[in-house]
Antibody, heavy 121, light 107 residues
Framework: EVQLVESGGGLVQPGESLRLSCAAS????????MHWVRQAPGKGLVWVSR????????TYADSVKGRFTISRDNANNSLYLQMNNLRAEDTAVYYC??????????????WGQGALVTVSS | DIQMTQSPSSLSASVGDRVTIICRAS??????LNWYQQKPGKAPKLLIY???ILQSEVPLRFSGSGSGTGFTLTISSLQPEDFATYYC?????????FGQGTKLEIK
């Protein structure tokens, strides 16, 4: 059974840092691109970042570029999101998601349960 | 970045109704269009991918169609468990942008 379990969320003050983790199981983690998606309270889904299979290529939303870093540890089936210089507008539930890809399909087929990050003084 | 626009933003309907949600892309995305369902406090769940392919175990009352810049999600006969928020997403390019969501509520 495919499982993605996020951890590391919490309450931090503006300007502080936090590291989210996503533990993957039930599939060959190193074969999939992985993404982070966030959802502010009462708002819609917003894509944050993605990483390719070996971690050599990453992409970020403009709103987090230069502050967030996505990484992965394929030996330990884990995905990370290092979030620095956090702002109030980063307050959200953060989801990790697996992207299934084929010649004609790219889709987030499995999602974690989410980790809440609250940035407030 | 490709912008995704859904309409309507909210919709009131009754059990048994047929409903259609529209998703438009700011440029052609071929058929790289996915639909997700989200219920309060839960993670999004994949419903339909590549415009019209139903994810495993998704009821046949759900269907998707379209190509290029215009897409639709149709629920042929609403069931109580279908009241949720629905999001379209393009996977043609990065960033993988989402529509703003359509909240389907009970009339």
């Amino acid at each position: 059974e495919v499982q993605l379990v996020e951890s590391g969320g919490g309450l931090v003050q503006p300007g502080e840092s936090l590291r989210l983790s996503c533990a993957a199981s039930g599939f060959t983690f190193s074969s999939y691109w992985m993404h982070w998606v966030r959802q502010a309270p009462g708002k819609g889904l917003v894509w944050v970042s993605r990483i390719n299979t070996d971690g050599s290529s990453t992409t970020y939303a403009d709103s987090v570029k230069g502050r967030f870093t996505i990484s992965r540890d394929n030996a330990n089936n884990s995905l990370y999101l290092q979030m620095n210089n956090l702002r109030a507008e980063d307050t959200a539930v953060y989801y990790c998601a697996r992207e299934y890809s084929s010649s004609s399909t790219r889709v987030f087929d499995f999602w974690g349960q989410g980790a809440l990050v609250t940035v407030s003084s | 970045d490709i912008q995704m626009t859904q309409s309507p933003s909210s919709l009131s309907a009754s059990v048994g109704d047929r409903v259609t949600i529209i998703c438009r892309a700011s440029q052609s995305i071929s058929n790289y269009l996915n639909w997700y369902q989200q219920k309060p406090g839960k993670a999004p769940k994949l419903l339909i991918y590549t415009t019209s392919i139903l994810q495993s175990e998704v009821p046949l009352r759900f269907s998707g169609s379209g190509s290029g810049t215009g897409f639709t999600l149709t629920i042929s006969s609403l069931q109580p468990e279908d009241f949720a928020t629905y999001y379209c997403q393009q996977s043609y390019s990065t960033p993988r942008t989402f529509g703003q969501g359509t909240k389907l509520e009970i009339k």
